[in-house]
């Protein structure tokens, strides 16, 4: 099982920028990728974006291509994650999320503790 | 796009609950299944339509193929009252059901 600690809450202005950390321990395989999922106040869960930290290479969803930007640094098994002009619907939850996967399933199987991300002016 | 019906529901302890999930495409077995309680991260009950995560009692259960799945309770306890979302893993971007609550009646 891998434990993933989250860096903490922020407060941004809109039209600003938000990097998350996201620290991945116990699991030394790499043979996984690492999830963001976000969770609006009330609402559901919406996939942001994966990266797999031994290869670098990011998938985005659609909806944030552009502004969205996921790094690792497989030297300390950490994730990051870069969202850019903010406005009052980014204010969420995001989640760092393992995604365990072989050749016939693939799931979440560990969650961060969650970074909870305002913009307000 | 994953469809979860009701979006809520109230039962009893001890009911049978029954929570669906329609893809708009085919996931082949590539569906999962999470309870979400307040205040915390979602928890992976289901993996691959129906293989239960390590812990998590057999009153869970999973099945469906293709485009049309299945989440049931057989007997609903007090610790089952939560979100359950459906998740697609078969293609990107992942995708998440809206959610059904299941609360006390």
């Known amino acids: 099982q891998v434990q993933l600690v989250q860096s903490g809450a922020e407060v941004r202005k809109p039209g600003s920028s938000v990097k998350v950390s996201c620290k991945a321990s116990g699991d030394t395989s790499n043979t996984y990728s690492l999830n963001w999922v976000r969770q609006a106040p009330g609402q559901g869960l919406q996939w942001m974006g994966a990266i797999i930290p031994i290869f670098g290479a990011p998938t985005y969803a659609p909806t944030f291509q552009g502004r969205l930007t996921i790094t690792a640094d497989k030297s300390t098994g950490t994730a990051f994650m870069d969202l850019s002009n903010l406005g009052s619907e980014d204010t969420a939850l995001y989640y760092c999320v393992r995604e365990h996967s072989s050749l016939k399933f693939a799931a979440f199987d560990s969650w961060g503790q969650g970074t909870l991300i305002t913009v307000s002016s | 796009q994953m469809t979860q019906s009701p979006s809520s529901l109230s039962a009893s302890v001890g009911d049978r609950v029954t929570i669906t999930c329609r893809a708009s495409q085919s996931v082949m077995n590539y569906l999962n299944w999470y309870q979400q309680k307040p205040g915390k991260a979602p928890k992976l009950l289901i993996y691959a339509t129906s293989t239960l995560q390590s812990g998590v009692p057999s009153r869970f259960a999973g099945s469906g193929s293709g485009t049309d799945f299945t989440l049931t309770i057989s007997s609903l306890q007090p610790e089952d009252f939560a979100t359950y979302y459906c998740?697609?893993?078969?293609?990107?971007?992942?995708?998440f059901g809206g959610g059904t609550t299941v609360d006390i009646k």
């Open positions: 998740q697609q893993s078969l293609v990107v971007p992942r995708t």
